[in-house]
């Protein structure tokens, strides 16, 4: 059976634990651009699938995403955005 949620996206909270949460990574399609904190446009590489009820996650944090071998394929990149749906938790780097 195919895990519906195979990477794991790893980062410290504001307190300075280490949280790993359950999610899917997904490249995008075309060029996507997305607005930074900042202000700056950022081109958006990969969607992000959560499982429902993933607790929000801080725009701008910080993460590693680590895949189902335990290999880190993306290091300290920036959480661009974070939505909390009715049925579904959506994210974008």
Excluded at 70 to 76: H, K, N, P, S, V
């Amino acid at each position: 059976m195919v895990d519906q949620y195979p990477d794991k996206l790893v980062y410290e909270n504001p307190e300075g634990v280490k949280v790993e949460l359950e999610c899917r990574f997904r490249p995008t399609k075309g060029a996507t651009f997305r607005k930074n904190q900042d202000g700056t446009d950022v081109q958006v590489s990969f969607d992000i699938a959560f499982p429902d009820g993933t607790p929000s996650i801080l725009l701008g944090t910080v993460f590693d995403a680590v895949n189902e071998r335990g290999e880190i394929f993306i290091y300290q990149q920036e959480l661009l955005t974070f939505h909390v749906g009715a049925l579904h938790c959506l994210g974008s780097c």
